[in-house]
């Protein structure tokens, strides 16, 4: 292998008798003295010679608009050299030849300048980040027979607003096009049947994406912080959802997980704050979903909670283990009751639930993970009388004992207003709810009391406008 400088060359013709004509070397004179400056008007290109193919290895010249030749000495340019145009930001545009079949790494990366590239049809891959941080790249054009795009090939072209994937490409990379901000739009060919880890992390103008049948993988942070992403189709191929695979997809409001997933790495749908419901098909095999809640097959372990619910909810009865990050970042969650079925409580399991006041045990102490309240300043445990394992704190938060009771003695009218007294435990937060039919009740809050010395008095001004009237205590 050698390595050769592809200058210019000027030729004279001879004269008539052969001998060098004298106007030609006047003419001949100047270009000889430019030749000894630096190259301004010319490109060069510094190149290996392999097996009589060449590959080209830098470029020395002014930037702008350069054509990779095709032959040089008359041999074919058959690869584009790892590095070999890497940070030249003057690079306005290029033309690969169609005699390339291979794009090297670094490549074109952060040539800034560079608004679009054609990838002709001879090229077979793309390598690891040949076209990172290209952030005026506005169109590319990838040639049908490309196989593999490398690791980061596309990662932060944060002008490109779509790009379409030939049917001839096998493998995409890891983040191939992630932080590719204004990216709306992609076509994922059924060639592929991996969507690898951060394939399309920070893509945060994706809005839709249809996966096709032919993926049986989405990887670890596919999808990161996709947050105009408000829908996604997922095939019955796919048997594996990998960690926080749509962690931060804060449009997302509904998915479907098909009967073929076996696997769904824990936080897969984390910080998605407007996710409602994960509805899981009635013939998946190791998973469920009740009332829009991702449990286990069994319903014993809850595996996911929708971040975009607000309120309340009450865990079945069936659990007895809520796993790690399942309620992380549900920012709208004011209360949970849990079981005395559940044992054990995962890792960050409540982490940053933002509105989270109180959390009701109906049993013992469960054991617990690390940081299970990470963030949770307004956080109070409430547990019952009779149960066992409590102090004041559990999990670094305060602990109050959970014993609302109404007095039956203080029942009653009192200034043409019915009324009752609650006790408990001081600081106890108790809603009073009102429901006019019993047999097919909805129930209205009222009033909500904070127990202040141990006891509280409520008084229902509109009890007269009902001809009946019925009353319930529960925790915010």
């Known amino acids: 292998m050698k390595t050769q400088t592809l200058i210019p060359r000027i030729t004279c013709p001879k004269t008539m008798a052969g001998r060098l004509g004298t106007a030609c070397a006047t003419k001949l004179l100047p270009l000889l003295l430019l030749l000894t400056l ?46 070999a145009f890497y940070e030249i930001s003057s690079l306005s545009s290029v033309t690969i030849p169609d005699s390339v079949t291979n794009v090297g790494r670094y490549a074109f990366e952060l040539c800034t300048s560079l608004p679009s590239v054609t990838i002709p049809n001879s090229v077979t891959s793309i390598g690891e980040n040949a076209f990172s941080g290209c952030s005026s790249l506005t169109n590319v054009t990838i040639g049908n027979s490309v196989s593999s795009i490398g ?21 995409i990379g890891q983040h191939a096009f992630g932080s590719c901000r204004i990216l709306s739009s992609v076509t994922i060919p059924s060639s592929i049947t991996n969507i690898a880890d951060y394939t399309f992390e920070y893509c945060l103008s ?28 997922i095939p019955n191929s796919v048997t594996s959802i990998g960690h926080f695979a749509f962690v931060g997809c ?47 097959k069994n319903q014993a372990t809850l595996i996911a909670y929708p971040g975009g619910r607000v309120g309340t909810y009450t865990i079945p009865n069936s659990v007895t283990n809520i796993g790690g990050y399942a309620f992380s970042l549900c920012g709208s969650l004011t209360s949970v009751t849990i079981p005395s079925s559940v ?45 066992s394992g409590w102090g004041p704190f559990f999990a670094n938060r305060p602990t109050v004992l959970w014993n609302p009771q109404v007095q039956p003695a203080s029942f009653g009218v009192r200034a043409n207003q019915f009324g009752f007294s609650i006790t408990g435990s001081s600081n106890l937060v108790i809603v009073i709810e009102a429901s006019t039919n019993l047999a097919n009740p909805t129930w209205s809050p009222l009033q909500t009391n904070t127990l202040t010395g141990d006891s509280s008095y409520f008084s229902d001004a509109q009890w007269t406008n009902y001809p009946g009237r019925f009353y319930r205590l529960r925790w915010p």
Do not use: K
């Open 250 to 296: 804060s449009s997302l409001t509904n998915v479907t997980i098909p009967s073929s997933v076996t696997s769904i790495g824990e936080d897969g749908f984390d910080a998605c704050s407007s996710l409602t419901s994960i509805m899981v098909d009635a013939l998946n095999s190791v998973y469920s979903s009740v009332n829009g809640v991702l449990l286990d």
């Open 343 to 387: 044992s054990n409580i995962g890792d960050w399991a409540f982490e940053y639930c933002a509105s989270l006041q109180g959390v009701y045990f109906e049993g013992s102490a469960p054991r617990f993970g690390l940081s299970i309240f990470l963030n949770d300043t307004n956080v109070t445990v409430y547990y019952l009388p009779g149960t």
């Open 206 to 233: 994706l809005t839709n994406v249809t996966i096709p049948s032919s993926v049986t993988r989405i990887g670890d942070d596919a999808f990161l912080y996709c947050i105009s992403l408000t829908s996604v189709t």
């Open 151 to 171: 690791v980061a090939a596309f990662n932060g072209c944060t002008s490109l607003p779509s790009v379409t994937i030939p049917h001839s490409v096998t493998s």
């Open 38 to 83: 630096p190259a301004v008007a010319q490109a060069q290109f510094s190149y290996t010679v392999n097996n009589g193919a060449i590959t080209i290895t830098g470029y020395t010249g002014p930037g702008g608009a350069v054509t990779i030749p095709s032959t040089i000495n008359g041999l074919p340019v058959t690869s584009i050299g790892d590095w």
